[in-house]
């Protein structure tokens, strides 16, 4: 089983970036796909981006696509999000999950973690 960990999100003005990192441990030798949700106020969680094993397959979402960049790097057992261009309504909490399927549909991740904070102010 893999354990998540993320970090990077904080207050940030309106056209700023930032890169959120998702750490994993434990059972990293076996390969997983990570995807990216974020879940603002009052809002159901959504999908952002996704990645596989190797890197070759990103998926993400309509209204991501420009702004947010996947990536992640095996050897540090580190995914990331870079977020740029950042808007008020980026504004949530984002989370990372692990699981066999690079896809956007959040039931096929099984483990997530607990989630960064990102404050976008206008």
């Known amino acids: 089983q893999v354990q998540l960990v993320e970090s990077g999100g904080g207050l940030v003005q309106a056209g700023g970036s930032l890169r959120l990192s998702c750490a994993a441990s434990g059972r990293t030798s076996s390969s997983y796909a990570m995807g990216w949700f974020r879940q603002a106020p009052g809002k159901e969680r959504e999908f952002v981006a996704a990645i596989s094993w190797s890197g070759s397959l990103k998926y993400y979402k309509d209204s991501a696509k420009g702004r947010f960049t996947i990536s992640r790097d095996n050897a540090k057992n580190t995914g990331y999000l870079q977020i740029d261009s950042l808007k008020p309504e980026d504004t949530a909490v984002y989370y990372c999950?692990?699981?066999?399927?690079?896809?956007?549909?959040?039931?096929?991740?099984?483990?997530w973690g607990q989630g960064t904070q990102v404050t976008v102010s206008s």
């Open positions: 999950a692990a699981g066999p399927l690079t896809t956007m549909k959040s039931n096929e991740y099984h483990t």
